[in-house]
């Protein structure tokens, strides 16, 4: 279905567009009608003949399948819908080739959005500024004036575009002027007290629903930002009366004031920041309150309860990245649509790694080599399964103390163990709190973790002894399967049915003709794809 609003910005146009605009000095970019990403092609094209550092671009587009396309070029999409987006960051510039059907809208919106400075340059409906027939359009033609915006109608824009159209468009260019800010503290003298909220951190871990628990968290950053944005610009306003000396000029006979008494820094950044421009100022602090809550999302337990640690570790190494991302319920419920569609590959990549680490991986030990039992698989004879008893090379012994001390990596791997046999079982919740038993354990011996027992030994080595035997044998048939070790239609094919060869390889991976009719009759059971393979619980 095509999209009624999408016209791509021929080339000219954007050259026209920018004509004049010294690209130089724009740091940071907002195409909150970004399409296929044609403007944002120039911009970056001109940047990478002309300039050194590339700005900040953020996208917004409405259209799943071109954001798809924006994603694909490496673009940041931030948002989906121009008209309902909100953020703290401070934009040099809007650029768009604006919706023609309601340009109104996304005019005043972007004009709302400049109030306290930057620059918009767009295309809208002529009609938009020609014939101002609602109070939409006349409060914009009026503030289109009052700011000397620069306004050029063009015909015949698109007649010749990629996606042509009659339309007259309206090329508009503004520039508003920084907002100066005045002091709270001299203008508001007469208020000698601030409204504020209490809020109680204890409150996230209250909330039985998650999006409550959600919502509760951006309410929270909103607050925080909107206190600190708050402060930012109460300390410029204060600036000019915060010098450290007020010195006498010999030739002028004028008082002159020099660096600040108080100055300001944000996270762990130098106090150089505090020469750059106040939207500067307040976009680092923004990106760093970013930083914050979404390194809290990610090791908040709610988050990440039924995560494998190959997923949290994904997640984390996005965190520098999502500073340029707004924490708010569109794009936590945008990450966690991603997780839920990365969720099966993380699964069989953790099946997968925790068939290795129990299997072959150790095989060149003379201890460690009895995990598995070699078998002739399909066309090959190096096939292996995992046994019911494993020995793994695991140092957890203090000898001093005589107990239990386990490192965070070696939990890691035993709650992944945990979790993958969770999968295997059909449970969407982690059954077993591997750090607390361990924890609390008193003993080395057999420690029972519901689908296995542990025993650790003073020569560095820990013994696993498999409980669910039906379970191991999910494990050794995914594993063998993903390895190619056994044919295509395993487990679906009556055994009278196969070739001699592809018995060979079920009499030595079952062991009998028997053993396999199990796993034919409970094919459901046994024999798992991504279709069956549970995803996250949210």
């Known amino acids: 279905m095509i999209n009624k609003d999408f016209y791509p910005t021929p080339r000219w146009l954007v050259e026209e567009m920018l004509c004049g605009v010294k690209l130089q000095e724009i740091k940071t970019i907002l195409e909150p009608s970004a399409g296929k990403g044609d403007i944002v092609d120039y911009i970056l094209e001109k940047y990478n003949r002309t300039f050194y550092n590339e700005?900040?671009?953020?996208?917004?587009?409405?259209?799943?399948?071109?954001?798809?396309?924006?994603?694909?070029?490496?673009?940041?999409?931030?948002?989906?819908?121009?008209?309902?987006?909100?953020?703290?960051?401070?934009?040099?510039?809007?650029?768009?080739?604006?919706?023609?059907?309601?340009?109104?809208?996304?005019?005043?919106?972007?004009?709302?959005?400049?109030?306290?400075?930057?620059?918009?340059?767009?295309?809208?409906?002529?009609?938009?500024?020609?014939?101002?027939?609602?109070?939409?359009?006349?409060?914009?033609?009026?503030?289109?004036?009052?700011?000397?915006?620069?306004?050029?109608?063009?015909?015949?824009?698109?007649?010749?575009?990629?996606?042509?159209?009659?339309?007259?468009?309206?090329?508009?260019?503004?520039?508003?002027?920084?907002?100066?800010?005045?002091?709270?503290?001299?203008?508001?003298?007469?208020?000698?007290?601030?409204?504020?909220?209490?809020?109680?951190?204890?409150?996230?871990?209250?909330?039985?629903?998650?999006?409550?628990?959600?919502?509760?968290?951006?309410?929270?950053?909103?607050?925080?930002?909107?206190?600190?944005?708050?402060?930012?610009?109460?300390?410029?306003?204060?600036?000019?009366?915060?010098?450290?000396?007020?010195?006498?000029?010999?030739?002028?006979?004028?008082?002159?004031?020099?660096?600040?008494?108080?100055?300001?820094?944000?996270?762990?950044d130098d106090v150089k920041y505090i020469t750059h421009s106040q939207q500067k100022v307040i976009n680092k602090f923004v990106e760093a309150v970013r930083y914050k809550y979404w390194e809290a999302l990610f090791n908040d337990e709610k988050f990440v309860k039924n995560l494998t640690s190959n997923l949290v570790h994904s997640l984390n190494k996005k965190l520098d990245d999502l500073r340029n991302y707004d924490f708010c319920v569109y794009n936590i419920m945008t990450i966690q649509q991603e997780l839920i569609g990365n969720t099966i590959k993380g699964i069989e990549d953790t099946i997968l790694d925790l068939f290795e680490e129990f299997s072959v991986k150790y095989s060149w030990n003379a201890e460690t080599s009895k995990n598995i039992h070699y078998y002739n698989g399909w066309a090959t004879n190096k096939a292996y399964k995992i046994n019911s008893k494993i020995i793994l090379p695991y140092n957890a012994y203090d000898s001093i103390w005589g107990r239990l001390d386990l490192g965070w990596k070696q939990t890691e791997k035993f709650t992944d163990l945990i979790k993958t046999l969770d999968y295997l079982a059909g449970k969407t919740k982690l059954t077993i709190d591997v750090r607390k038993i361990f924890k609390e354990t008193e003993t080395t011996q057999d420690i029972d973790l519901g689908y296995f027992t542990c025993t650790f030994y003073k020569k560095g080595t820990c013994h696993i002894k498999f409980k669910d035997l039906e379970l191991l044998e999910k494990l050794n048939l995914y594993g063998s399967q993903r390895k190619g070790w056994l044919f295509y239609d395993f487990g679906r094919k009556k055994y009278k049915d196969m070739s001699q060869q592809e018995k060979n390889v079920v009499n030595e991976f079952c062991g009998s003709e028997e053993n396999y009719s199990k796993i034919f009759k409970a094919q459901d059971y046994y024999l798992l794809d991504g279709k069956n393979l549970l995803a996250l619980n949210y």
């Open 55 to 268: 700005p900040s671009i953020d996208c917004i587009e409405i259209d799943k399948d071109l954001t798809a396309l924006l994603k694909g070029k490496n673009y940041r999409v931030v948002y989906n819908d121009f008209l309902t987006f909100n953020t703290f960051k401070h934009y040099d510039l809007i650029i768009a080739n604006f919706p023609f059907s309601e340009g109104d809208k996304h005019l005043l919106k972007a004009l709302n959005m400049q109030k306290n400075g930057g620059g918009i340059i767009c295309l809208v409906n002529a009609e938009t500024i020609k014939n101002p027939y609602t109070n939409v359009r006349k409060d914009i033609v009026q503030r289109l004036t009052d700011l000397n915006a620069q306004i050029e109608f063009i015909e015949d824009a698109f007649v010749d575009a990629e996606r042509k159209t009659n339309v007259e468009v309206a090329l508009i260019k503004v520039f508003i002027p920084p907002k100066e800010e005045s002091s709270l503290f001299f203008e508001g003298l007469k208020s000698k007290t601030y409204n504020t909220h209490e809020y109680n951190s204890q409150e996230l871990t209250t909330f039985a629903s998650q999006n409550e628990y959600i919502e509760l968290a951006v309410e929270q950053f909103n607050r925080e930002v909107e206190s600190g944005i708050k402060l930012i610009n109460e300390y410029y306003a204060m600036k000019p009366y915060l010098k450290e000396r007020i010195e006498k000029d010999t030739e002028t006979n004028s008082c002159t004031r020099n660096d600040n008494i108080i100055k300001l820094t944000i996270g762990n």
